[in-house]
Antibody, heavy 120, light 107 residues
Framework: EVQLVESGGGLVQPGGSLRLSCAAS????????MHWVRQAPGKGLVWVST????????TYADSVKGRFTISRDNAENTLYVQLNSLRVEDTAVYYC?????????????WGQGTQVAVSS | EIVLTQSPATLSLSPGERATLSCRAS??????LAWYQQKPGQVPRLLIY???NRATGIPARFSGSGSGTDFTLTISSLEPEDFAVYFC?????????FGGGTKVEIK
């Protein structure tokens, strides 16, 4: 059974940092492109970032470029995203997702999400 | 950035009725469009990818159609568990984008 379990969320002040993790199991993690998608309270879904299967290629939404860094450890079956210079508008549930296919793709498995709240 | 516009915002129907949801793209996305269902407090679930392919385990009452800029998600006969919010998403261009959602509510 495919499982994605996020952790690392919390309450942080504007300008602060967090590192989110996503532990993957039930599939060959190193073969899949992985993604982060977020959802602000009561709002829609927003794609945040993508990393290819070996970690050599990353892509970001303009709203987070230069502040967020996606990475992965295939030996540990774990996806990460480092969130720096956080803003109030980054407040959201952050989902770790698996891509159906490589590169630009749909998302077939989602973690339960981890809540990030940015507030003073 | 490709903008996806979903209509209607809310669809009020009774169980057993047919639901037709629309997603329009600001430019062609070929057939690279997916649909998701999200129930309150739950994680989004992939229903349809590449316009018309049902994801694993999705019932046959869900079907997708369209290409280019106009897409439709049809639920042939609404079951009680189908009342939820539905999002479309394109994978034709970066950034990947989602529509604003259509809420299917019980009439």
């Amino acid at each position: 059974e495919v499982q994605l379990v996020e952790s690392g969320g919390g309450l942080v002040q504007p300008g602060g940092s967090l590192r989110l993790s996503c532990a993957a199991s039930g599939f060959t993690f190193s073969s899949y492109w992985m993604h982060w998608v977020r959802q602000a309270p009561g709002k829609g879904l927003v794609w945040v970032s993508t990393i290819n299967s070996d970690g050599s290629t990353t892509t970001y939404a303009d709203s987070v470029k230069g502040r967020f860094t996606i990475s992965r450890d295939n030996a540990e079956n774990t996806l990460y995203v480092q969130l720096n210079s956080l803003r109030v508008e980054d407040t959201a549930v952050y989902y770790c997702t698996r891509g159906v296919d490589i590169a630009m793709t749909a998302f077939d498995y989602w973690g339960q999400g981890t809540q990030v709240a940015v507030s003073s | 950035e490709i903008v996806l516009t979903q209509s209607p915002a809310t669809l009020s129907l009774s169980p057993g009725e047919r639901a037709t949801l629309s997603c329009r793209a600001s430019q062609s996305v070929s057939s690279y469009l997916a649909w998701y269902q999200q129930k309150p407090g739950q994680v989004p679930r992939l229903l349809i990818y590449d316009a018309s392919n049902r994801a694993t385990g999705i019932p046959a009452r869900f079907s997708g159609s369209g290409s280019g800029t106009d897409f439709t998600l049809t639920i042939s006969s609404l079951e009680p568990e189908d009342f939820a919010v539905y999002f479309c998403q394109q994978r034709s261009n970066w950034p990947l984008t989602f529509g604003g959602g259509t809420k299917v509510e019980i009439k």
